[in-house]
């Protein structure tokens, strides 16, 4: 499509946050793209009916990731779409990361490149095609998990995901495989998903929902938790062990700020 007929047909940014999210998930999907929506969007679309009202919140900004190859095709459904670069942004940060604002709305697009990099490191590119629209939940349950310092937006949605999803195996579910798969093999990810999953475990009776809820949370928790125990570690998991805390193991939140 020229860029001339692109202009001709381009609709208006959405004020209606989710249903922008719609318009450009059909337009990804029209245009058969590897680029998949993770965050509070994603979460809200996966939970779908079963959103408990407890774990709704303002979603104020959307979150994308894209592969290697379809970046520059992520760029102009972004341009096309109404969207504009943040120029100095990507020139710095464009190799794993790009920024577009929606002048409009106040609202701004954050793409991740094939990887997410904030506190960890977690590789998606292989997880691109498992499913339509977003990663599928157990991918985007590990973008909030691995966050050192979670806010209530991120406590809420880590709920609402647990709540809305049972731990199994496959896309449709918690798919433990996939967790521990990534969690085995570096032991600063697992060390911050357990201590994120004992920080929502104790703040379970803070939230307001009916007693089986919580403890259908709580049963979550700890089946992911006793997981990631079981699993076989690697070499690189067992040597790291042994330093533990002594040092840092993860990115302080300012190192992946817009900044840079």
């Known amino acids: 499509m020229s860029t001339q ?26 245009r058969g793209l590897e680029m998949r929506l993770i965050g509070g969007m994603a979460i809200r679309l996966l939970a779908g009916e079963r959103l408990d009202p407890a774990f709704e919140r303002p979603i104020d900004d959307l979150d994308f990731v894209v592969s290697k190859r379809h970046r520059r095709d992520a760029e102009a459904l972004l341009r096309e779409a109404g969207y504009e670069g943040d120029e100095q942004f ?15 709305h106040g609202r701004q697009i954050d793409v991740f490149i094939e990887t997410i990099e904030m506190c960890h490191v977690l590789p998606m590119g292989d997880r691109l095609t498992a499913r339509r629209g977003s990663l599928p939940a ?8 691995q966050i050192v310092q979670l806010n209530d937006k991120d ?5 609402a995901l647990l709540l809305s999803h049972e731990v199994g195996g496959g896309d449709a579910s918690l798919d433990v495989e996939r967790i521990t798969g990534l969690t085995a093999n570096d032991w600063g990810l697992q ?3 357990e201590l994120n999953l004992e920080r929502l475990r104790s703040g379970i009776a803070e939230q ?13 928790i700890d089946e992911l938790a006793a997981a990631m125990e079981r699993a076989p570690k690697s070499r690189r998991w067992k040597l790291r062990a042994r330093v533990g805390e002594r040092k840092r193991w ?4 300012e190192e992946v700020d817009r900044g840079g």
């Open 5 to 30: 007929v692109a202009s001709r047909e381009r609709t208006p940014i959405e004020p209606d946050i989710e249903v922008e999210a719609r318009r450009l998930l059909a337009e990804i999907d029209r």
């Open 90 to 104: 990507n020139a710095l940060n464009g190799a794993r990361r790009l920024l577009y604002h929606d002048p409009g």
């Open 250 to 253: 993860y990115v302080e939140p």
């Open 138 to 145: 157990a991918d985007v349950l590990m973008t909030k998990l």
């Open 208 to 220: 307001a929902v009916d007693p089986e809820r919580a403890q259908a949370i709580a049963s979550r």
């Open 191 to 193: 060390h911050t998903f």
């Open 155 to 159: 406590r809420r949605d880590l709920y």
